[in-house]
């Protein structure tokens, strides 16, 4: 089977940036009003989640600083529903792995999947939030702001939802992912986000906006009764920034790695074009992609492979990476379990590109279309086939770094990076 030759591309995204984190972040608490609504003595929780935003250690740690100024006693919490195997001991080693210990932020680091019962929402289902920042006299949220991977609406990935599945722990984003099956997922996160604010004593909100780059583009900071307000626009400001793929079709698409600190879903069904379904672009949904292949999960998602199910392909060594504990609890809890199917594997990465041409149907090789990119937040630089060097020539988004070549491989039949 004749596989295509490749060549190289270098993406241009709009590339606002903060150039001081620290400074920035100071003046969204300033901007937040907290400063004036906390006391010196009292204990505030910081949210931090399992994404892997950017900039998230540095961030972080200047908001401790600051409210050990206010001489306040800041503690965080981790806010990540089922995330690091649904234990306190692995939500710790998350937050460790993302640069965030005691040692490091110089504050205690609260880990528990115990939760409080706050109240039953109108809707009729118990609301859960995580017991240490219950217990707290204030809680800060913090969170980046993003698409989410399978809902639509004005409010998706953000602070809202950590108030709701994040400090829900595991228990919250089981009744909440289920309830969201009943209700849209947006107003099912307004009514849980309503009542936490109003009953768990939640001081602010601090918004973190990246651009297509994965570099912090603005941190924003809101009283908490304005979340509601504000997070709304900030996800419009987010969804012009997101990254793209260069292209509205390819009959498949190579990924590199997959993981938790990438997606939700592993690889981002809003730059694959698979929010809806996890086989194929729906409606008007772009790209439209035939077959999707992985070769690894990311270090950082520490064996969770939520979202491989995804994908139609993968590498054996896949596999041999998942923790099946890990990635079908998760699943479970987010009401996604296609995510954690298991695709075909292959012994290595020649093998499963021959066989995703033989199925593409009758054709030259030349003429067969294909993207491989590092993961779903990198798409600055990606390999095209020879199939879009034409298209490429003509898009004035688009920097061709090299003419079309073949691919290389080392011994056993794996692709080696060029």
């Not at 030259?364 to 590092?374: E, F, K, R, T």
Request: some cysteine; charged content about 20%; aromatic content about 6%.
């Amino acid at each position: 089977m004749t596989i295509p030759n490749f060549f190289r591309v270098r993406q241009t995204f709009e590339r606002p940036r903060v150039a001081d984190i620290q400074r920035s972040t100071q003046e969204a608490i300033r901007q937040s009003g907290l400063p004036s609504r906390v006391q010196p003595g009292q204990s505030v929780a910081i949210t931090v989640g399992s994404r892997g935003i950017a900039n998230i250690a540095l961030i972080t740690k200047s908001i401790v600083e600051d409210l050990l100024l206010l001489k306040t006693k800041p503690f965080i919490v981790p806010a990540m529903g089922s995330h690091g195997g649904a234990t306190a001991e692995g939500q710790t080693q998350v937050l460790a792995e993302l640069g965030i210990t005691t040692e490091s932020m110089g504050c205690e680091i609260r880990s528990s999947m115990e939760t409080v019962e706050v109240c039953q929402a109108i809707e009729g289902f118990p609301v859960h939030f995580d017991r240490h920042a219950f217990e707290a006299d204030h809680v800060l949220v913090v969170n980046r702001i993003k698409p989410h991977t399978r809902f639509f609406g004005p409010v998706e990935s953000g602070l809202m939802k950590m108030m709701l599945i994040g400090l829900g722990k595991h228990q919250g984003a089981v009744v909440y992912h289920r309830v969201i099956q009943n209700y849209t997922f947006d107003q099912i996160v307004r009514s849980v986000a309503r009542e936490v604010i109003q009953r768990c004593r939640i001081v602010a909100g601090i918004a973190v906006v990246e651009n297509g780059y994965e570099e912090t583009a603005r941190i924003v900071g809101m009283p908490a009764l304005e979340i509601d307000s504000v997070e709304p626009q900030l996800l419009d400001e987010v969804r012009w920034l997101l990254p793209k793929l260069p292209f509205d079709h390819t009959e498949l698409l190579i990924v590199d790695e997959i993981g938790k600190n990438i997606s939700g879903t592993g690889m981002d069904t809003n730059v694959i074009g698979r929010k809806t379904n996890d086989r194929a672009a729906i409606g008007d949904e772009v790209p439209r992609i035939h077959h999707i292949y992985v070769r690894a999960l990311s270090k950082q998602t520490q064996g969770n492979g939520s979202g491989i199910g995804i994908a139609e392909m993968c590498h054996q060594r896949v596999l041999e990476q998942i923790d099946l504990q890990k990635t079908r609890i998760n699943s479970i809890t987010a009401g996604h379990i296609s995510a954690a199917a298991i695709p075909v594997s292959f012994d290595c990465d020649r093998s499963a590109i021959t066989t995703a041409i033989a199925m593409g149907g009758w054709g030259d090789a030349i003429d067969y279309p294909a993207l491989w990119i590092p993961n779903t937040l990198r798409l600055e630089e990606i390999a095209c086939s020879e199939f879009y060097f034409e298209s490429a020539k003509n898009d004035s988004q688009l920097e061709i770094l090299s003419h079309p070549k073949p691919l290389l491989w080392d011994a056993n039949g794996d692709l080696v990076p060029t």
